[in-house]
């Protein structure tokens, strides 16, 4: 466990981009087999700091010290010879390769001068993953093995270029519950050898279970460093955002009227032709919302991309307030009442070039007071988009700004405001928070459960299983294109993660 | 409810599809790139000047700027000159006119994120059909026959770029490549149409592979300057108005925001409930359109008659409907942009032709050259601009992409 001896010292790290001091005057020590967590909003400065830490940047002030010496940082070349190890949030390995080629590409052991000693390198591995009690099959390949697997593997990579100081960036966002547990138990066997984890993130329950101290940033500055023993969720909440969060949903008991949304046995393709969705039925109600959960991948898009008419049915029937909307194209699936918050709000809920105005417009252009026999009346778009603006407050544009120049989080308030603005009898919302802050996510929540309020029908597919159990009603839980069980929103999570894993099969009351 | 604006700055890197990267670029650029593209282009075209001919750049920019008639628009020339002016300027606004529609229409299909480089063809098929309007059907009376010979030539363009939108929509086969053999059916179709024997041949005298004259009353009214001595006909004044009907389309009508929609970011268009197939294939008729209507246009306008040489010898790089790419590029798709890269290529062209320039001051093999060096020029720091910007945002993001990805 941790000593006082220090691994690492930042000094007063700063670091500038134009218009913004991205990090002002940042101190940070890691001790010896620590886990350190660096928690804080987006924008706050986290990955900048890290990847000063990394060689990726270079610092406009101040000092790294490595071992009470201090060193410079001119590329991660010098950070691994430094003994640092980064395991990015997207995976930097090569699918077709196996696991040992991929943990020793760049490094390989040789025999002869030349020639790869795969054997010595599967050797190596296994002593790695052997020691540090982080099971892998040296010999598989990194396209077969989950996720978790390859996190593990991202993790060998670190230690197989003898890293004494590992930077986790947010490894718990692609992860399961249990493979989240299952990583904080080698994290633990890595401090116990006395290895020191930076660990970057914003989920604060996981922060308090992990870390031995906690470092908040908020715009750009160190705001506290604490041991999280003397750390709540709610105070680390403030911390982050600088004022009270609520955490929890606030939002009163269901009110469930008629079924707005009825899908029959649906049977969907994905893009290869293979079935994604197998027979789902369900029911979404006015005065409720029905979360799907489920890892990433098993049928959740294609369902979502059914529902709004831009995947085909193979089979079955989909209703939307009593009338059949089976393959029914875009178009029909919106006017009919449909509101859909895309799962990426830059790729797909917004044309980033065009100005918020017409970002606002993008359903209802076609129609009066929008334009007439085809022909567009722009005043009328601002005129609109003035107004959803102002009740969906979204800042920092206006009518004429484009969607690009907004922060992701007054992004997704865009998007929502036309999708919820246009007065849906049931949304459709697929991971409507994914990459915002604590304070836009409140306010998504807020939003949603408004929407719901409103006698709508609301279907959440998200993949963070804090966001399905806080807002639903219902959870059905989504396993290889089945629905596999349906729970109340009391479910403990770990109940939730055995079932999204296939644990367990429950056929749906629908 | 706040939610704090921690913005970091906003780092957006070229989008995904052409036209978006395009807006980013021009939106790093403004008007200064392409002026200052224009200026280098100039200089160094200058400096090759001053290498081969040892001659003064400047005497020789004079020379061809005073070919180009745009010293017309000074008041201190004299008369004779002016005169002289008068008649390069027509030529050179004659050349202007095609270019305008041929780069409208490259301009037209890249809003929607669609590269058209078969605006030759296109152009070659209005011609086509624009002749065969004009030099049958007589007795019709002028302004229909003209009407209705510009409409179907405008048509023929329209369709035949229709076909590479159409195959886009369905089977996704990519437009480069069907615009590119389009352009070569229609080049042999004319060689066929006008060949010998051909069904469109001329009855005149049958050893020239050529159409018919058009009727004489299919002539454009020239409005400035000698009908004998090809002066500026009305069609100029059919491709400034497209202009702005280019302008119109894009900013006043639903279809041109589904266009722009699509050529910014099909995706979010898709998931939005617009027809992205239909887009595809619109925009490219429309574009063709545009082109097809430069064809027809330059038929009744001056050409009067058109031979299988005068279309397959346009196959080069330097023929109309390709300089639309590069008048489209320079223009920056805006039609205020393209009107003036249009008069920049139109007066290169005329200007540097060896009817123009003084022989003593300039080779006339050279003159020809020295055009196609400052229009390869000019294209080169248009993709170097893209570059120049590339590098020097380059500087401030070290791992490119990176930023984005992450949070900070």
Redesign the interface.
Known sequence: MADDALALELRGITKR????V?NDRIDFDLRRGEVHALLG????????LM?VLYG???PDEGEIRIGGEPVKMSSPKDAIAQGIGMVH??FMLIPVMTVAENIVLGNEPRREGAILDLKAAGNRVRELSERYGLAVDPRARIQNISVGRQQRVEILKALYRDAEILIL?EPTAVLTPQEASELFAVLRSLTDEGLSIIFISHKLNEVLSIADRITVL??GKRVETLPSKHATEEGLAKLM???EVLLRVDKTAPNPGEPLLRIEDLAVADDRGLEAVRGVSLEVRAGEIVGIAGVDGNGQTELIDAI???RRVVSGRIQVAGRDMTSA???????EGVG?I?EDRQ????????SLA?NL???D??RPPD?RW???F?ARLIARARRLLRDF?V??GGPNSRA????G??QQKVVIAREVGRDPRVLVAAQPTRGL?V??I??VH?RLVEVRDQEKAVLLISLELDEILSLSDRILVMYEGRIVGEFGPETPEEELGVAMTGGRREVAAA | ??????????E?GP??TV??RF??YQRAGGILTPLVTTVFAFFIGGLVVLLITHKNPFSTYKAIFNGTGLNWFFPWISHAERVNAAYNLQSTLLLTTPLILTGLAVAFAFRAGLFNIGGQGQYAAGSIVGVWVASSLTGLPGLLHIVLGIVLGALAGGALAGIAGFLRATVGAHEVITTIMLNWIVFWLAGWLFGQQGPLQTSRERSLTQSNDIAQNTHLHVFWGNPILQGLHVGFFIALAMLVVYWVIL???????EV??VG??P?????????VRRIYFLSMAISGTFAGLAGVIDVLGWKFVLSVDDIQGQAGAGAVGFLGIAVALLGRNSAVGIFFSALLFGALLNGTSDRHLDPTVFPPTLAENLTLLIQGLVLLFIGADILVIYLWRAR?R??PG?LR????
């Open positions: 981009f134009p218009g913004v991205a909003e987006n924008g706050a400065g986290k990955s900048t990847n990726l940047y270079h949030q997207h960036d908020r715009r955002v600088g004022r709004t008419g831009l194209d875009t178009r029909t699936v919106l006017d859909h895309p790729a797909r809920g917004l044309v980033l070039e065009f017409e417009a993008l359903e252009y076609r334009s085809g022909w567009l722009p407050d800042r920092g690009a120049a907004l922060s989080g007054n802050d304070g836009a409140e306010y807020r | 409810m706040t939610e704090p604006q921690v913005t970091p700055p906003v957006e989008g995904e036209a978006s807006a980013f900013n006043r009508t639903t279809l041109g925001y722009r929609a910014f970011n995706e979010a268009a898709r998931y939005a409930g617009i027809d401030r070290i791992v990176k990805s992450s949070s900070t």
